[in-house]
């Protein structure tokens, strides 16, 4: 059983940046495609940004392309996601999700393990 958990959420203002983490708790974190989701009040879980256990393949939504950055520390079996330039319309509950594949997909149905949520909050 691959446990996630999300840390680094918050309240700022328009403009701002925030790091999200998703730490894992299993040794085999290189072996797990790790991506962010994001659920607003009233809307569906959307998908975010997802990068590849090898590092090689990163995958972004239009709406956070240029200011999201996903990274991942394989040796801390943490996954970060980078949001800079954050907009009123980021404002939304983060999940982290994990599936054992190298491949990113979009679709929350792909993913086997999720997070408990981060809320992140982005005031005009």
């Known amino acids: 059983q691959v446990q996630l958990v999300e840390s680094g959420g918050g309240l700022v203002q328009a403009g701002a940046s925030l790091r999200l983490s998703c730490e894992a708790s299993?040794?085999?974190?290189?072996?797990?495609?790790v991506s962010w989701f994001r659920q607003a009040p009233g809307k569906e879980r959307e998908f975010v940004a997802g990068?590849?256990?090898?590092?090689?393949?990163?995958l972004y939504a239009n709406s956070v392309k240029g200011r999201f950055t996903a990274s991942r520390d394989n040796a801390k079996t943490i996954q970060y996601l980078q949001m800079d330039n954050l907009e009123p319309d980021d404002t939304a509950v983060y999940y982290c999700a994990a599936r054992p594949s190298s491949i990113v997909v979009e679709n929350t149905a792909g993913y086997d393990y999720w997070g408990q949520g981060t809320q992140v909050t982005v005031s005009s």
């Open positions: 990068f590849s256990w090898s590092g090689d393949s990163a």
């Open positions: 299993i040794r085999t974190f290189n072996r797990l495609t």
